[in-house]
């Protein structure tokens, strides 16, 4: 058993961290403020070839593994969660349905340009009806000869509507089974197709440099070849996506929580109090001290449920587990760093604000806390 990184895998590590330190941290505070997306640092991104991360070469990727994604997301997540959630949805939400399940041509046409970072997707499942309960889908497609006619809604869909954005895929009910339960199936609806349209970006809590839409569709046509994969296998495909995404989210987490770690080890040592570095005293030390332990703690977690993905074993709780022990983390780590700073972790000058205000999501998308709990009972038998 050896938790340490491989070569390859610790310079690409190196690389995000100098990259995040030196590209994101200058500008990210600014974008956040204004709510704009940072075209910028995503195109420099795509330079460094981080879109293509765990895609084969001949779609342009550079050939590397699920695992060497969450490591990229928790160096990025430890200075900004806007552009790692960016990364993490056009990844792990926009790309890979694509490459999961697509055909040769749907792989040829999109990935490519995904993959470089040159076009983003979005990955439309919940609805403003239905998040958790994604099986209650309403979102509605019809074959009319050789077109899809989609009807319905989607809501908080990331990546859906920059100036990149080249489609999204969209979970719809395409028929009713025998037994009654409803057929649903994926469906890419290129950007700009008429009947689709994109609404202004929410005024979100947090991750306010990220690009999250509400999505309508009004008598939308697509041809019928835009069909992700097999008619009828939605609900598996979309079940698929999420677990591995659980993944990168509980790597992004981690990455929020070890920033906290560093913010708050940074201004312990130089704020005084009582005629003394705060960091002398032993409640801040002890505060830092289970931060790390937590931050360390999900690491594990997730390196362990990647592991088991890798090795093509079942790693659907061990998923779950890191997710929701990894958020709940960072909710915890933003909270006490935030306590740490005094008066000033309440500025939104502090970076610890930023993680405080962008933490709570963490226990909300793809899949809430209540939900990992769900699946974790449900796998050991309940
Ligand atoms: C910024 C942002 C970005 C997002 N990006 C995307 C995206 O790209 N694509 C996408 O498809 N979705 C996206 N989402 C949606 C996100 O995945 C959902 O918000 C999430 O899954 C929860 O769904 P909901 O909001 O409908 O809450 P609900 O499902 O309505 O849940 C409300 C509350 O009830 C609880 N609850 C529900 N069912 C149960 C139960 N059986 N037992 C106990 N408690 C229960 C939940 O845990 C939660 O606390 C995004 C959301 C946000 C805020």
């Avoid at 990992?372 to 050991?380: E, K, P, S, V």
Wanted: glycine fraction near 10%; include cysteine; aromatic fraction near 10%.
């Amino acid at each position: 058993m050896d938790f340490r990184l491989n070569e390859e895998h610790e310079a690409l590590r190196q690389s995000v961290r100098e990259f995040a330190r030196d590209v994101v941290a200058p500008v990210i505070a600014e974008h956040y403020e204004r709510h704009t997306f940072p075209y910028d640092v995503v195109r420099q991104m795509g330079k460094m070839g981080l879109f293509g991360l765990p895609f084969p070469e001949e779609y342009g990727g550079m050939g590397g593994d699920y695992f060497a994604l969450c490591l990229a997301l928790e160096e990025l997540a430890r200075v900004d969660s806007s552009v790692a959630i960016t990364l993490e949805a056009a990844i792990s939400l926009g790309a890979m349905p694509i490459y999961r399940f697509g055909t040769a041509e749907q792989k040829e046409r999109w990935l490519p340009k995904l993959v470089s970072g040159e076009a983003l997707a979005g990955f439309g499942l919940t609805e403003p009806g239905f998040g958790s309960d994604a099986g209650g889908t309403a979102t509605r497609a019809v074959l009319d000869g050789d077109e899809w006619v989609i009807n319905g809604s989607k809501a908080f869909i990331t990546n859906s509507g920059t100036d990149i954005t080249a489609l999204v895929t969209v979970t719809a009910v395409t028929g009713i089974r025998p037994d009654g339960s409803k057929e649903l199936s994926t469906i890419i609806v290129p950007s700009g197709t008429p009947g689709f349209t994109v609404a202004p970006g929410y005024s979100k809590v947090g991750w306010c440099a990220s690009d999250t839409h509400e999505l309508t569709f009004d008598d939308c046509r697509v041809p019928a070849a835009n069909l992700l994969g097999e008619r009828g296998r939605g609900f598996a495909q979309f079940l698929r996506i999420l677990d591995e995404g659980r993944i990168a989210i509980a790597a992004l987490a981690v990455g929020l929580a070890q920033g906290c770690v560093d913010e708050s080890i940074r201004y312990a040592t130089q704020r005084q109090a009582f005629g003394q570095p705060i960091g002398n005293y032993q409640a801040i030390q002890f505060k830092i001290a289970d931060m790390e332990l937590r931050a360390h703690t999900a690491r594990l977690a997730y390196y362990d449920a990647a592991a088991r993905m890798l090795a093509g074993e079942d790693f659907k709780r061990q998923a779950a587990m890191a997710k929701l022990y990894a958020s709940e983390s960072a909710v915890d780590n933003a909270r006490e760093a935030t306590q740490i700073h005094g008066g000033y972790g309440f500025m939104n000058e502090f970076p610890v604000a930023r993680f405080w205000r962008d933490s709570k999501i963490l226990e909300i998308g793809e899949g809430t806390s209540e939900v990992q709990r769900m699946i974790i009972a449900r796998d050991l038998g309940l």
